[in-house]
T-cell receptor, first 114, second 109 residues
Framework: DVKVTQSSRYLVKRTGEKVFLECVQD?????MFWYRQDPGLGLRLIYF???????EKGDIPEGYSVSREKKERFSLILESASTNQTSMYLC?????????????FGPGTRLTVT | KQEVTQIPAALSVPEGENLVLNCSFT??????LQWFRQDPGKGLTSLLL?????REQTSGRLNASLDKSSGRSTLYIAASQPGDSATYLC????????FGKGTRLSVIA
């Protein structure tokens, strides 16, 4: 079974803090994604990566950055957290092999910025 | 730009009913379509993936169909159970995935 893990289920941070959200997958997937999910807005793509050290902006990259130094790990960084970044953050991964691209999700991190 | 719509936004049915959830998309040039389930406060669980060349996929009581030319997919749930209560999302892959906002299903015992 594919496993995608996220470093925290719940996180509370203060405005202005630097926040790191970690995601690790154990299936040697090439592709990794970060989304945020908000009521009424659905899932929105923040950043994604198709390979180590590669990154692509999604629909809402402002205020975020990412790092992918190893294939299995994809980090989302909030440089200076703000209250409008309070949200559920979801990480996902998928494989290019076989052309499936089936996407697997982690359990999510509920981030509250006060 | 691809847009994915799911109707209805919420659905409540008595236990045992067969039901259909709908998903429509505006750009038929998709690689595949994926249905997910999400329980409150949790991540997404992949239910079914239909490649663009396929018409349907089945898993247990679930059957998903795809009609690319009309931009539609349906998720059929047979003999619904209270444990099926969740939000169901569909997503289509151009590059990358584009999600609908989901249908919140409640199955009443």
């Amino acid at each position: 079974d594919v496993k995608v893990t996220q470093s925290s289920r719940y996180l509370v941070k203060r405005t202005g803090e630097k926040v790191f959200l970690e995601c690790v997958q154990d299936m040697d997937h090439e592709n990794m994604f970060w989304y945020r999910q908000d009521p009424g807005l659905g899932l929105r793509l923040i950043y994604f990566s198709y390979d180590v050290k590669m990154k692509e902006k999604g629909d809402i990259p402002e205020g975020y950055s990412v790092s992918r130094e190893k294939k299995e790990r994809f980090s989302l960084i909030l440089e200076s957290a703000s209250t409008n970044q309070t949200s559920m953050y979801l990480c996902a991964s998928s494989s290019t092999s076989g052309g499936s691209y089936e996407q697997y999700f982690g359990p999510g991190t509920r981030l509250t910025v006060t | 730009k691809q847009e994915v719509t799911q109707i209805p936004a919420a659905l409540s049915v008595p236990e045992g009913e067969n039901l259909v959830l709908n998903c429509s998309f505006t750009d038929s040039a998709i690689y595949n379509l994926q249905w997910f389930r999400q329980d409150p406060g949790k991540g997404l669980t992949s239910l079914l993936l239909i490649q663009s060349s396929q018409r349907e996929q089945t898993s247990g009581r679930l059957n998903a169909s795809l009609d690319k030319s009309s931009g539609r997919s349906t998720l059929y749930i047979a003999a619904s159970q209270p444990g099926d209560s969740a939000t169901y999302l569909c997503a289509v892959r151009n590059t990358p995935l584009v999600f609908g906002k989901g249908t919140r299903l409640s199955v009443i015992a």
